[in-house]
């Protein structure tokens, strides 16, 4: 990388100095411009392609296939092929091939996250973290594999023994967001390796080549061809999905996106009467008590916040701060967030990435719009860094915020806080509820009974307590209400790429 680095302080880079931040790669090999099914790089059938944009600089980074539903049918056809050899292989087999596959991303971390990098514009340090997560995902399920127990369950019938078996669910259609372009993947594709079942995986158009790479590192891992297909698309991809969703042959859809594109795939899917999991949109709340350690809050809300410039779907959105310590976390946090280095991710330092594109910088000036209009005041930032890039918004941190502002209804997927003052605890309960998502939700306070009684109140799937990151191979992941259904990672996470059968025998 050639750009250099302003000091803490001056915050901005200037245009010109990351025109040429672009990864050095070890091993170009990683970087792919075409699809894998069944074991070879191809083209589209119709030879189309769509182009891929570095979200810093708006300049191209490559060209992708632009497969049609037809060309995703014909993975399909792979897949299930390659699933009757696969279902057959010894669990101990697999765990053997994902710990591979674990080893050989944590020994191409640099490659694969520059790549993460550039395609997501997120700083270096998180697309290492990213990285690293995909290979400590692979490990867990690599550890679950081997541990898919059935029962053995006393009849009431006499001379009658009943078991059960729990056995891959068969082909996995698994489709992807942009905001972690490769953890997302791993979390669902190493469940269905652990449980011996194949998958079609449709990245975003936006970030395909961490997929890309990933499946190229499946392949040196000795994971049989036809087991994990990624193919690309952009224009098509509302066949795509059709055909992934209503495909008698795909037994599952694993998506992870938005609730709109969610509520379409679970009803195409209903069709075939398909398996469904979704991790959908969030809004999360995050409270902060008046027993708070106020300088912990303050950390935590920087990270819970600001991770992936406030582009992930668990991101505290709303900020519901207790009167005693309104001022002084409102002073804290703000101080906080304004040290934030704004650049390019393949800058050395940068802290704080680009928007992924026009229409999320779009949003989150709306916010700002929005609050500023109905009394919000500005403790830093509100604007766009123009002079960074189009898609840079100033990391912004809004007090006198109120529920009728519209970050309270939607999820605002960018770098900006609202400060919302509250009394009791009741009162914030039913404003951190009064929502139809339920994906995370962050508290921070002293008092044991008040942890107990926020945690159990609030609808969510997932409470970070005194904590602003919670994710974790080990962590149960997803959500309730609208933000969707089903468990990732975990001790859950295999669950949904098995089915139980139930045997009963007479003797
Ligand atoms: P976002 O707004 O974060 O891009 P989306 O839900 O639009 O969220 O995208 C998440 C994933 O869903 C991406 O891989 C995207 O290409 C895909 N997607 C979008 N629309 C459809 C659709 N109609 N059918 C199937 N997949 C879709």
Redesign the pocket.
Known sequence: MVARFIPRGTNLFARTMYSAAKPSLKNPALFRQQSLVNGQWINAKSGETFAVTDPSTGQKIGECPEHTAEDYATAIEHARTAFEDFKKVTHRERANMLRRWSQLMTENINDLAQILSWENGKPLAEAKGEITSCAVNFDWFAEEAPRIYGDTIPSQTPNVRIHTIKQPIGVCAI?????FPASMISRKVGAAVAAGCSSVI?????TPFSALAMAYLAEEAGIPRGIVNVLT??KN??D???E??ENKVVAKVS????????K??MR?AASTVKKVSLE?GGNAPFIVFGDADVNAAADGALASRFRGSG?TCICANRFYVHEDVYDEFSKKFAEKVSGLKVGPGLVEGSQQGPL?NK?GIDKVARHVEDALGKNGKVLTGGKRLSEIGDNFYAPTVIANGTADMVINKEET?GPLAVLIKFKTLEEVVKMANDTEYGLAAYVYTRDIGTVHKVTEALEVGMVGVNRGLITEASLPFGGVKESGFGRETSKYGLDDYLVVKSVAVAL
């Open positions: 489709i992807t967001p942009w905001n449709k990245p975003a158009s936006e698309t952009r991809i509302k795509v999905g059709r992934l969703c998506f992870t996106g938005s609730t709109n594109v969610g379409l795939l195409q959908l582009q992924i229409a997927f």
